[in-house]
């Protein structure tokens, strides 16, 4: 099958972790957040975790181009 | 600190970001699906990678996320038995032994090997019985999910059930089984990063893991037990009276190991139409071995924070309490309330999408494999034989819409007849308990005939309710949990125990009498008709010119040196 993967998984962990990431650093010092989470940033580290396996991901990823559709498509 | 679960725009977020990838994955699929084979078998097209990690992908749903925390809470680290007594052995068992005649008999289904093998009553024994317990299966994930929903979040029953049901089947739809193993292997990288922080948050604040095995010494004394049997394995299986889980070490070895655990992974064709799906036989030997290695860690992902959540209750002033649900805990609760404690919003809305996917692929998984038993081992074979190829596509793709209503029909069921529910997983343990015996018959015992499987399953099934109706765990009350024939013989330190127990006679019976009635019968499959099916008439494969790191002996000892590993190390 012509589907790699990695691919779709790749921009999906990309997209959240440059999303989590972001609002972590908005959010950083905010007790009110993340005293539950003692006080850690866990959003900017979950981000910064999921961004690097994203991009892992999507660099050791095999780019093929799909097939054409057919008419009955 | 307090638990709650106010989400905000950017756990909305997270959760729609996830529905639109794994439905976009089934869009981008739906142009391979050209014949019935590559909408029910995946054309049997897929790396062994991907198929490894789908095939314990599909099993991490509600049962064992939920589940297996639930454990951890109850019993301990014993629970790690689950894994490697009970899940290993049987994967290196599939991957080296069971998997050539599965995949190398062209068999499409596990139902369809016993039709090869045996004859066409045990066939439909199988089929008719695993199609209803997977449809079940697969209303229970929904069921569940949406009580979560709605006792977590507030949400709507029918919103969550509705969501999660029109989601799976928009992708099994478009896709089929590719979409499924694709998106369990999206939802498995999902599940782990939705539920590693927690683990890691969960044992910073118990003070890591010397401050969880102190905490530990208050629950186990309140139990009666010795301080440290929460924190071992197999220390304190020297008598069942001694261990969380009441179970000696013989129930373990037995009833897990080698009824249970070997009985569900090398036969259950939802796992096992994973492997049947690999690209080679190559590929389909090695997918429960690749399986395995993730496997063998996912007790830190699900067992610790069961674990966590009972130390906590126990701790008088860490403000956080398992709810009680009759007169026990409810143990259930202990992820979704782990996560309300320690997750703020952002990595909250990943968590309980990460609940979400696992709730999914478990669903997928079970709608995926009833298409395939119901189109080719039922429809074809007693409704509509001798069709087009696009025909029984067609039939696949309607049946996931049919699959999918019924479970949302027995979700509802779930939701207002408990007890049915408890009743039906009851019978289909009976049913399932006996076949292991069936398939280690079949597959290593050229001389088993079809007679002999039909009534061994028969008399194991039978064997399994008796045994339950003449036993029942200590201090239970319903009859559900067992003693029904009137005359309790047996009481049983935990149900846990009675479970294994049920296993191996239903087990040891199904031997037996295959093997008495094989002996008394004429076998009427010829040799020829046998070959690729019975390890005796099967030629050895050779696998030359594959590097060593691909051969599935290998991996296997490199798997099997890994759980001994941990064996000693959680001992």
Request: glycine share 10%; net charge positive.
């Given at each position: 099958?012509?589907?790699?993967?990695?691919?779709?998984?790749?921009?999906?962990?990309?997209?959240?972790?440059?999303?989590?990431?972001?609002?972590?650093?908005?959010?950083?010092?905010?007790?009110?957040?993340?005293?539950?989470?003692?006080?850690?940033?866990?959003?900017?580290?979950?981000?910064?975790?999921?961004?690097?396996?994203?991009?892992?991901?999507?660099?050791?990823?095999?780019?093929?181009?799909?097939?054409?559709?057919?008419?009955?498509? | 600190?307090?638990?709650?679960?106010?989400?905000?725009?950017?756990?909305?977020?997270?959760?729609?970001?996830?529905?639109?990838?794994v439905?976009?994955?089934?869009?981008?699929?739906?142009?391979?699906?050209?014949?019935?084979?590559?909408?029910?078998?995946?054309?049997?097209?897929?790396?062994?990678?991907?198929?490894?990690?789908?095939?314990?992908a599909t099993n991490l749903g509600a049962l064992?996320?939920?589940?297996?925390?639930?454990?951890?809470?109850?019993?301990?680290?014993?629970?790690?038995?689950?894994?490697?007594?009970?899940?290993?052995?049987?994967?290196?068992?599939?991957?080296?032994?069971?998997?050539?005649?599965?995949?190398?008999?062209?068999?499409?289904?596990?139902?369809?090997?016993?039709?090869?093998?045996?004859?066409?009553?045990?066939?439909?024994?199988?089929?008719?019985?695993?199609?209803?317990?997977t449809i079940f299966a697969s209303g229970i994930s929904m069921y569940a999910l949406a009580?979560?929903?709605?006792?977590?979040?507030?949400?709507?029953?029918?919103?969550s059930l509705m969501i999660s049901a029109i989601i799976v089947l928009i992708y099994v739809?478009?896709?089929?089984?590719?979409s499924a193993?694709?998106n369990e292997?999206?939802q498995?990288?999902?599940?782990?990063?939705?539920?590693?922080?927690?683990?890691?948050?969960?044992?910073?604040?118990?003070?890591?893991?010397?401050?969880?095995?102190?905490?530990?010494?208050?629950?186990?004394?309140?139990?009666?037990?010795?301080?440290?049997?929460?924190?071992?394995?197999?220390?304190?299986?020297?008598?069942?009276?001694?261990?969380?889980?009441?179970?000696?070490?013989?129930?373990?070895?037995?009833?897990?190991?080698?009824?249970?655990?070997?009985?569900?992974?090398?036969?259950?064709?939802l796992?096992?139409?994973?492997?049947?799906?690999?690209?080679?036989?190559?590929?389909?030997?090695?997918?429960?071995?690749?399986?395995?290695?993730?496997?063998?860690?996912?007790?830190?992902?699900?067992?610790?924070?069961?674990?966590?959540?009972?130390?906590?209750?126990?701790?008088?002033?860490?403000?956080?309490?398992?709810?009680?649900?009759?007169?026990?805990?409810?143990?259930?609760?202990?992820?979704?309330?782990?996560?309300?404690?320690?997750?703020?919003?952002?990595?909250?809305?990943?968590?309980?999408?990460?609940?979400m996917a696992s709730f999914m692929s478990g669903m997928a998984g079970n709608v995926t494999a009833f298409n395939?038993?119901?189109?080719?081992?039922?429809?074809?074979?007693?409704?509509?034989?001798?069709?087009?190829?696009?025909?029984?596509?067609?039939?696949?793709?309607?049946?996931t819409?049919?699959g999918v209503?019924v479970s949302i029909?027995t979700a509802?069921?779930?939701?207002?007849?408990?007890?049915?529910?408890?009743?039906?997983?009851?019978?289909?343990?009976?049913?399932?308990?006996?076949?292991?015996?069936?398939?280690?018959?079949?597959?290593?015992?050229?001389?088993?005939?079809?007679?002999?499987?039909?009534?061994?399953?028969?008399?194991?099934?039978?064997?399994?309710?008796?045994?339950?109706?003449?036993?029942?765990?200590?201090?239970?009350?319903?009859?559900?949990?067992?003693?029904?024939?009137?005359?309790?013989?047996?009481?049983?330190?935990?149900?846990?125990?009675?479970?294994?127990?049920?296993?191996?006679?239903?087990?040891?019976?199904?031997?037996?009498?295959?093997?008495?009635?094989?002996?008394?019968?004429?076998?009427?499959?010829?040799?020829?008709?046998?070959?690729?099916?019975?390890?005796?008439?099967?030629?050895?494969?050779?696998?030359?010119?594959?590097?060593?790191?691909?051969?599935?002996?290998?991996?296997?000892?490199?798997?099997?040196?890994?759980?001994?590993?941990?064996?000693?190390?959680?001992?």
């Open positions: 099958m012509g589907l790699d993967i990695k691919i779709p998984i790749g921009l999906m962990f990309t997209l959240l972790g440059v999303l989590l990431a972001i609002y972590g650093l908005t959010t950083i010092g905010d007790v009110e957040i993340y005293s539950r989470s003692l006080n850690i940033n866990i959003n900017l580290w979950t981000g910064l975790t999921m961004l690097v396996i994203g991009v892992f991901l999507l660099a050791t990823a095999k780019y093929r181009k799909l097939p054409a559709r057919t008419k009955e498509d | 600190m307090e638990i709650s679960f106010n989400l905000t725009w950017i756990d909305y977020t997270i959760m729609i970001v996830y529905f639109a990838f439905i976009g994955i089934g869009w981008v699929l739906k142009r391979y699906m050209r014949s019935a084979s590559d909408f029910l078998e995946a054309g049997r097209s897929i790396p062994a990678w991907v198929t490894g990690l789908a095939f314990i064992e996320v939920i589940g297996m925390a639930a454990n951890g809470a109850k019993y301990g680290l014993m629970t790690v038995h689950f894994y490697f007594i009970g899940a290993i052995p049987g994967m290196i068992l599939l991957g080296i032994f069971m998997m050539p005649f599965y995949y190398g008999s062209k068999a499409r289904s596990v139902p369809e090997y016993l039709k090869l093998r045996f004859d066409e009553k045990t066939r439909g024994f199988n089929a008719f019985s695993f199609a209803v317990m009580m979560l929903m709605e006792v977590l979040l507030g949400w709507n029953f029918n919103f739809y478009l896709g089929g089984l590719s193993i694709y292997v999206l498995f990288f999902l599940i782990v990063i939705g539920f590693a922080p927690l683990v890691i948050l969960g044992l910073i604040n118990i003070g890591g893991w010397d401050g969880l095995k102190e905490a530990l010494i208050n629950p186990a004394v309140a139990n009666g037990l010795e301080g440290n049997a929460y924190m071992h394995s197999w220390k304190n299986t020297g008598s069942p009276g001694s261990n969380p889980m009441g179970v000696g070490w013989f129930g373990v070895v037995m009833g897990l190991g080698l009824v249970l655990g070997c009985g569900y992974w090398c036969i259950n064709f796992v096992v139409q994973r492997a049947m799906a690999a690209n080679s036989m190559s590929a389909a030997r090695r997918t429960p071995l690749i399986g395995a290695l993730p496997k063998m860690f996912i007790p830190y992902l699900v067992i610790i924070p069961g674990m966590i959540a009972i130390a906590l209750t126990y701790m008088p002033d860490s403000g956080f309490q398992l709810p009680v649900k009759g007169d026990s805990l409810d143990y259930d609760k202990a992820i979704p309330m782990l996560l309300g404690k320690y997750f703020p919003t952002g990595v909250l809305g990943l968590g309980l999408t990460a609940l395939t038993v119901w189109t080719y081992d039922i429809y074809q074979s007693y409704i509509n034989p001798d069709k087009s190829d696009k025909h029984y596509l067609r039939v696949g793709q309607l049946t819409i049919f209503i029909g509802y069921m779930a939701r207002f007849f408990n007890n049915i529910m408890d009743f039906l997983q009851l019978v289909f343990a009976f049913i399932n308990a006996p076949l292991f015996a069936t398939f280690v018959l079949g597959m290593f015992w050229k001389r088993a005939t079809g007679h002999g499987a039909f009534y061994g399953l028969v008399s194991g099934t039978l064997a399994a309710a008796i045994h339950h109706g003449l036993t029942a765990p200590e201090g239970s009350h319903m009859l559900i949990k067992g003693g029904w024939l009137g005359n309790v013989v047996h009481y049983y330190p935990s149900e846990m125990a009675q479970n294994f127990w049920t296993a191996t006679y239903a087990f040891t019976a199904c031997f037996l009498v295959t093997i008495i009635i094989s002996v008394t019968t004429k076998q009427l499959k010829t040799d020829d008709q046998l070959t690729g099916l019975v390890y005796a008439l099967t030629p050895r494969i050779k696998e030359e010119g594959v590097p060593w790191y691909r051969s599935p002996e290998i991996l296997a000892i490199i798997v099997g040196v890994i759980a001994i590993a941990f064996t000693i190390y959680w001992w």
